[in-house]
């Protein structure tokens, strides 16, 4: 198969996968379930690709890629939370590359997938590369902890999350400061008031960035990047995990509807988006409140509610760890 029939079937694949989201959308399916079927359709074609590249190369030389080099999805195309025109975001981690040849299948992969119609966010390591990068990058950290294989040998992602977990021992509170310092500066560059009249859903204060610092702070203190983990970890009320399991749901919901109104990754909820979303969603005016109003008063709910949780894990990851594992037990 020549490499343009290759990137002209992975084009049709993305077209499909976006039109069926679409549909899904119209039929009233839920955020979460929608991300979840965009990150399976978007899984499919990245492997489509990738398998057809290692299959171009020499017999030894694509058995020796196939032993040597996992696929790992990161970010959102890691936690399965892909809106139409998220961000493809794969690292290729190897132990060895005899042959030279993983840059080149790492560029023609990225290459591909983008004259496909995605937008990728690709990265090349090795274990030790990833978690000194890790250990400097707050962005590179917060990925590594989400990370999902997609193809390749698992022994490597094996390695990877406990060394992971020994630089968070080691290294908690600077790890902590760096990732707080990060969310800092991306609030001030999109507006640090929940309240904004025209906010970030994804970026703005309790938006969906929040709700993935609550992961991170919990696998930083607790070691649990999920919110039921945390619920038995007693950092978590039920009723807290479920507010933000609903707002999760929310927020993705509203994000996926920007998208495919733009046709491209939005995540600006403008005062025009505002009113066209209030209106699909038959929201009527009524106590002296129009209908853009009463949906940005449910939004603001969300954000608000997301903030008081995320700054309650905040506070509660104060004491050292000596102190929190002897309350645990």
Same mark, same amino acid.
């Given at each position: 198969?020549?490499?343009? =029939?290759? +990137?002209? %079937?992975?084009?049709?694949?993305?077209?499909?996968?976006?039109? #069926?989201?679409?549909?899904?959308?119209?039929?009233?399916?839920?955020?979460?379930?929608?991300?979840?079927?965009?990150?399976?359709?978007?899984?499919? /074609?990245?492997?489509?690709?990738?398998?057809?590249?290692?299959?171009?190369?020499?017999?030894?030389? !694509?058995?020796? &890629?196939?032993?040597? &080099?996992?696929?790992?999805?990161?970010?959102?195309?890691?936690?399965?939370?892909?809106?139409?025109?998220?961000?493809?975001?794969?690292?290729? *981690?190897?132990?060895?590359?005899?042959?030279?040849?993983?840059?080149?299948?790492?560029?023609?992969?990225?290459?591909?997938?983008?004259?496909?119609?995605?937008?990728?966010?690709?990265?090349?390591?090795?274990?030790?590369?990833?978690?000194?990068?890790?250990?400097?990058?707050?962005?590179?950290?917060?990925?590594? /902890?989400?990370?999902?294989?997609?193809?390749?040998?698992?022994?490597?992602?094996?390695?990877?999350?406990?060394? *992971?977990?020994?630089?968070?021992?080691?290294? #908690?509170?600077?790890?902590?400061? @760096?990732?707080?310092?990060?969310?800092?500066?991306? %609030?001030? %560059?999109?507006?640090?008031?929940? =309240?904004? *009249?025209?906010?970030?859903?994804?970026? =703005?204060?309790?938006?969906?960035?929040?709700? @993935?610092?609550? %992961?991170?702070?919990?696998?930083?203190?607790?070691?649990?990047?999920?919110?039921?983990?945390?619920?038995?970890?007693?950092?978590?009320?039920?009723?807290?995990?479920?507010?933000?399991?609903?707002?999760?749901?929310?927020?993705?919901?509203?994000?996926?509807?920007?998208?495919?109104?733009?046709?491209?990754?939005?995540?600006?909820?403008?005062?025009?988006?505002?009113?066209? /979303? !209030?209106?699909?969603?038959?929201? !009527?005016?009524?106590?002296?409140? *129009?209908? +853009?109003?009463?949906?940005?008063?449910?939004?603001?709910?969300?954000?608000? =509610?997301?903030?008081? /949780?995320?700054?309650?894990? @905040?506070? @509660?990851?104060?004491?050292?760890?000596?102190?929190?594992?002897?309350?645990?037990?």
């Amino acid at each position: 198969m020549t490499r343009r =029939s290759v +990137v002209a %079937r992975a084009a049709a694949g993305v077209a499909e996968a976006r039109e #069926r989201m679409a549909a899904q959308r119209a039929a009233g399916s839920p955020g979460t379930q929608i991300c979840t079927l965009a990150s399976d359709l978007f899984e499919t /074609i990245v492997l489509d690709v990738y398998h057809t590249i290692v299959e171009a190369l020499p017999k030894e030389t !694509a058995a020796h &890629v196939r032993r040597e &080099v996992a696929v790992v999805a990161h970010g959102g195309f890691g936690r399965r939370e892909m809106a139409p025109y998220s961000d493809v975001d794969v690292m290729l *981690l190897y132990d060895r590359d005899r042959d030279g040849v993983v840059p080149g299948i790492a560029r023609q992969l990225l290459q591909d997938l983008f004259d496909a119609g995605l937008d990728v966010g690709q990265s090349v390591r090795t274990v030790p590369e990833a978690i000194r990068l890790a250990e400097r990058d707050a962005t590179v950290f917060s990925t590594l /902890i989400e990370s999902r294989l997609l193809a390749g040998p698992s022994r490597l992602l094996d390695r990877l999350r406990p060394r *992971l977990s020994l630089l968070v021992d080691r290294h #908690r509170p600077r790890l902590l400061r @760096q990732l707080m310092e990060a969310r800092g500066e991306e %609030r001030d %560059r999109h507006g640090r008031s929940a =309240s904004l *009249l025209q906010p970030n859903v994804k970026r =703005s204060r309790g938006g969906l960035r929040d709700i @993935q610092m609550v %992961r991170w702070i919990g696998f930083l203190g607790w070691g649990e990047a999920t919110f039921s983990g945390l619920v038995l970890r007693n950092a978590l009320s039920a009723a807290d995990a479920d507010t933000l399991r609903e707002a999760r749901s929310f927020l993705l919901g509203v994000r996926i509807d920007l998208h495919l109104a733009a046709g491209r990754g939005n995540d600006e909820l403008s005062r025009d988006e505002q009113a066209r /979303i !209030a209106a699909e969603r038959g929201i !009527a005016s009524s106590a002296g409140l *129009l209908a +853009v109003e009463r949906f940005m008063r449910d939004y603001c709910g969300v954000t608000q =509610s997301v903030l008081r /949780i995320l700054t309650h894990l @905040q506070q @509660q990851m104060g004491p050292p760890p000596w102190r929190r594992q002897l309350a645990d037990r």
